[in-house]
């Protein structure tokens, strides 16, 4: 199944939970989707990271995490949302419609895995598996071992971009020696520190740890 060729089970809308999944906390603090946003997350990390583990028997834990991070982000998963063709179901306060597109990203991406959390609450394991299996059909295709996959600073400023925040500053210093590097980083109002005897290494460790507490490790 081709990208242009998603869609969603008539079905599925008639589930009091999915119609849920399409509530932004913009409209309703209390009856919205952040809650099946977070059970999403989870369903479909493991779902990826178990078609992962079986199809690439060759890659060890540091590629697939990096493989599952190059499927698995804000911009992909909004990418998808989009070509479901199902933008007008969402509920967002007028004010929020008005952002930029860039800027509802994050929501479609939410939007998307709260949608994953229905299913697997209302339909079961099952349903869910088929449902992820479906709509990242395409960018599983587009997957080979030899993949060259985007390091962690890459993958955090494509994050930033598609949430509408500022881009990272990596600040470095060394040591007086001379061999070992921090890098410092302060990211919505965070700060965060890495060392390596590699300045640019040090860059990508604050990179993963950022990544990490945004939880897109």
């Given amino acids: 199944m081709s990208s242009s060729n998603l869609k969603i089970k008539k079905s ?7 119609q849920q999944a399409f509530i932004h906390k913009s409209i309703s603090s209390t009856k919205n989707n952040e809650r099946l946003e977070f059970l999403g997350d989870a369903v479909l990390e ?6 992962l583990f079986n199809r690439f028997n060759d ?6 995490t990096q493989m599952r991070a190059s499927l698995v982000n804000t911009k992909a998963l909004s990418n998808i949302f989009l ?6 179901s969402l509920q967002t ?15 479609y ?19 869910s598996k088929d449902f992820i299996l479906e709509i990242f059909a395409h960018n599983f295709a587009s997957l ?4 060259e996959l985007k390091d962690a600073k890459s993958r955090l400023q494509e994050e930033a971009q598609a949430l509408g925040i500022g881009l990272p500053q990596y600040q470095v210093s060394s040591n007086k020696e001379g061999n070992l590097f921090n890098c410092r980083v302060k990211f919505n109002d965070e700060i965060f520190n890495a060392s390596d005897p590699i300045k640019k290494d ?7 740890l950022i990544l990490h507490k945004m939880g897109k490790s």
């Fill in 144 to 147: 080979n071992s030899s993949s």
């Fill in 83 to 88: 070509q479901l063709n199902c933008k007008e």
């Fill in 12 to 18: 599925y809308f008639e589930l009091a939970l999915f």
């Fill in 93 to 107: 306060s007028k004010g929020t419609q008005k952002l930029d597109e860039t800027h509802k990203y994050s929501i």
């Fill in 202 to 208: 040090a860059e990508q460790k604050v990179a993963e």
């Fill in 59 to 64: 890659l060890d834990e540091g590629q697939l």
């Fill in 46 to 51: 493991i779902m990826v990271s178990e078609y």
């Fill in 109 to 127: 991406a939410g939007t998307l895995e709260a949608c994953i959390g229905a299913i697997f609450l209302e339909l079961g394991w099952q349903e």
